[in-house]
């Protein structure tokens, strides 16, 4: 009987190939059958697969072929490795996976990587909980053919305020910005950010308000593949709008600093 390893679930990180996790490069380097998610994955994170490693794209493969693939490598003792972009606990669909995994006694692991809302917020060079401004970071999507949980509506979310980071929403925020100002704590001119492929040669951003970030990207052709940042922290810098974190003020003792 072939010795067995488990299913490795890798992180890829947001774009940028270098952003994907030390240990999930050695989980490619050493891979053995590769399925990954081809509409999102920098291709290029393919190159480190050793020779002789076979690959397979998911995106046009289903729930059960993918499965198969994977099942039927760790079984034969191969080196497998289901390779989804950013952090695949985040909007990853991993869960169903590891189900059917879990049904035929098949062992995993999961690798994070890096999301792309950090990515993004690395970008725009902006620190997301601010003291006195935003200690609160939600990470959220708006609901289109995917529902969203009625006590999770958008403009519940926001009627707490702090930063909000929207994925797989961007082709909806006309939508969106209706349903954030509905929560009654954001307004028009509440700072908003749309970063497009964060990380990768072609990203870009785009800056504005609640009230004209709609148009600004409608004028960048932004439909996909673009997170939405928004919240008071994205306008706090150079205005005086935030307090000094306590951990570095000289004034402020603790464990490590008396």
């Known amino acids: 009987m072939p010795q067995r390893h488990p299913v490795l679930f890798v992180g890829a990180g947001p774009g940028d190939p270098e952003l994907i996790t030390v240990k999930g490069l050695k989980a490619l380097q050493r891979a053995e059958l590769v399925v990954y998610a081809g509409s999102l994955v920098n291709p290029a994170l393919l190159g480190e697969c050793p020779a002789g490693c076979e690959i397979h794209d998911s995106a046009p493969l289903n729930l059960r072929q993918t499965h198969r693939l994977l099942a039927d490598g760790a079984r034969a003792g191969r080196r497998v490795v289901r390779l989804h972009t950013g952090d695949p606990a985040l909007y990853g669909a991993i869960q ?59 403009s519940r979310l926001a009627a707490n305020g702090g930063t909000i980071c929207l994925y797989l929403s961007v082709g909806m925020v006309e939508k969106v910005v209706a349903e954030l100002l509905a929560g009654g704590v954001f307004t028009g001119r509440t700072p908003a950010a749309v970063v497009y492929r964060a990380s990768w040669p072609d990203e870009k951003i785009v800056t504005g308000t609640l009230s004209d970030i709609a ?9 996909r593949q673009a997170l939405i940042l928004v919240g008071e922290a994205l306008g706090a810098r150079g205005r005086g709008l935030q307090a000094r974190s306590k951990l570095y003020d000289a004034d402020f003792t603790h464990g490590f600093r008396k």
């Open 96 to 154: 169903e996976q590891m189900d059917l995994l879990d049904a035929e006694g098949l062992d995993y692991e999961v690798i994070p990587g890096v999301t792309a809302a950090f990515a993004a917020a690395a970008a725009l060079k902006q620190e997301l909980t601010l003291p006195e401004v935003s200690q609160t970071l939600v990470m959220t999507r708006a609901e289109g053919r995917t529902p969203v949980p009625a006590p999770e509506r958008l």
């Open 215 to 223: 148009g600004k990207i409608a004028k960048a052709g932004i439909r």
